[in-house]
């Protein structure tokens, strides 16, 4: 197998919409919330962001304003971000009217802080969704476990790589979408 097979892989194993749903449940659990509960609150959250953007997606790659999934062209990410911050937005008030665990309401202001975040810097740059998910999935775990949170970072890492590899991103546009979502978690999950 060659560098762009494998990155190709890492890549499309890394895509936000296929990691971020076994990743909560993972968060949840590690964040003592029992795994039918993690697994129910995962499905309201996926319901609520991921699929009215998975939705948005395909309309437009059918429509053939969006090339790809990943959303490839700057230019066509604002409504997206958009959708995508008043998706988390609608989901956050939800999960504190339901009282949902700690760990979940925190685990989404820092992800509205990192898209927000990252949504002002897509006026200039592409930045990374790929690596800020891997990135933010990695300081969640690693609030959680020390070992386990490690094996997340060396992921998220790959992820970035792949990302560069296939030439889907530059490297400023990689660290950049790392560092807002390490920065994001961090406030949450270590002061």
């Known amino acids: 197998m060659n560098r762009q097979t494998i990155a190709l892989w890492i890549s499309r194993l890394g895509h936000p919409f296929l990691i971020a749903p076994p ?16 697994i129910l609150w995962t499905i ?7 699929v009215p953007c998975g939705l948005y997606i ?7 304003k969006f090339a790809d999934f990943d959303v490839s062209v700057r230019e066509h990410r604002p409504t997206l971000y958009l959708l995508g911050i008043s998706s988390i937005l609608l989901l956050l ?6 009282q949902a665990p700690a760990v979940l309401q925190d685990s989404l202001i820092a992800l509205t802080i990192t898209m ?6 897509n006026r200039w740059t592409k930045v990374s969704l790929h690596t800020a998910t891997m990135a933010g999935i990695f300081m969640l775990i690693l609030s959680q476990s020390l070992s386990w949170g490690l094996l997340a970072g060396l992921l998220s890492f790959a992820v970035g790589w792949s990302r560069v590899e296939l030439q889907r991103h530059t490297l400023p546009q990689v660290i950049l ?3 807002v979502a390490v920065i994001s978690v961090y406030l949450f999950f270590f002061l």
């Open 23 to 38: 990743a909560l449940i993972y968060i949840l659990w590690l964040g003592h919330v029992p795994l039918t509960n993690a």
């Open 93 to 98: 008030l939800l999960v504190f009217q339901l």
């Open 58 to 64: 395909t309309y437009h790659i059918r429509g053939g």
């Open 177 to 179: 979408g790392w560092f």
């Open 44 to 50: 309201l959250a996926s319901t609520i962001v991921l």
């Open 116 to 121: 927000i975040v990252n949504g002002i810097i």
